[in-house]
């Protein structure tokens, strides 16, 4: 209640003076006015301190009710914060260091630089095979249906009409599993060709000649081209000089 009181030292009636010592009632109590003004005086001292202190910890600092300033970072030894950001050990061993240096636990790779040595096979495994350390792994290549065909060498052969190079054309059929569809090579090289240009129709001459032998058979050859005049009439649809080519 006293801290309520106006700040000024002094009421309105203490201005006009006198040595008598004046009494205010306060809850039915007669107080000195010279306690009174003591109290004023102790209520803005304590105000002035609280702004300090908000002012100050904005800045790093704040003061403690005894006045001394502190440094924010620097936990009271008595503050339940201090064993909370605690890393150390709890039993009391250790140096609060992480544990192999960060490295270990489930699902991590290891330090960098670690070299991990063959496992060795367990003999007693429930899996274990004697035959499976002779095994030989090759990868399979699946043969091209009639589907994926067209839609994998048409690619390749727009491509050789640009470069011009046949053996890269062949290295690049060689890594393919074409299966019974060899024969299907020179066809789909000439209906392209009957498309295109002279240079290219002239391209795939060269390019059916490179072939034969290496990716493709005569006997390959020869079924193409009986396939293909099977087909002219449909080819004249699209290239009506089909037959004179």
């Known amino acids: 209640e006293l801290e309520n009181l106006s700040d000024a030292p002094f009421s309105g009636d203490e201005d006009n003076g006198g040595s008598e010592e004046r009494k205010t009632e306060i809850n039915g109590n007669w107080i000195p006015a010279t306690s009174i003004t003591e109290a004023k005086i102790n209520a803005k001292a304590k105000r002035r301190l609280r702004k300090n202190s908000s002012r100050d910890s904005g800045r790093g600092d704040s003061v403690s009710e005894n006045g001394e300033t502190l440094k924010i970072g620097v936990v009271v030894p008595t503050s339940p914060k201090g064993k909370l950001l605690d890393r150390r050990s709890r039993s009391g061993k250790g140096r609060g260091l ?73 290295e690049m059929l060689k890594d393919l599993n074409l299966g019974e569809m060899k024969y299907s090579v020179p066809v789909l090289a000439v209906s392209l060709a009957l498309e295109g240009k002279a240079s290219h ?45």
Not at 116 to 144: A, I
Not at 217 to 238: I, N, Q
């Open 201 to 245: 129709r002239e391209m795939t001459s060269k390019l059916i000649s490179d072939l034969c032998g290496t990716v493709v058979t005569k006997t390959d050859v020869e079924k193409s081209f009986d396939r293909l005049l099977k087909e002219l009439p449909e080819l004249v649809l699209d290239s009506p000089k089909a037959p004179q080519v």
């Open 98 to 170: 992480p544990k192999k240096g960060g490295a270990g636990g489930k699902g991590v790779w290891g330090t960098p630089g670690q070299v991990y040595d063959v496992e060795e096979v367990d003999v007693k495994d429930p899996n274990y095979d004697d035959d499976q350390e002779n095994c030989v792994y090759e990868t399979v290549v699946l043969p091209l249906d009639e589907r994926t065909f067209e839609k994998t060498l048409t690619p390749i052969i727009q491509e050789y009409f640009e470069h011009g190079d046949t053996n890269e054309v062949s």
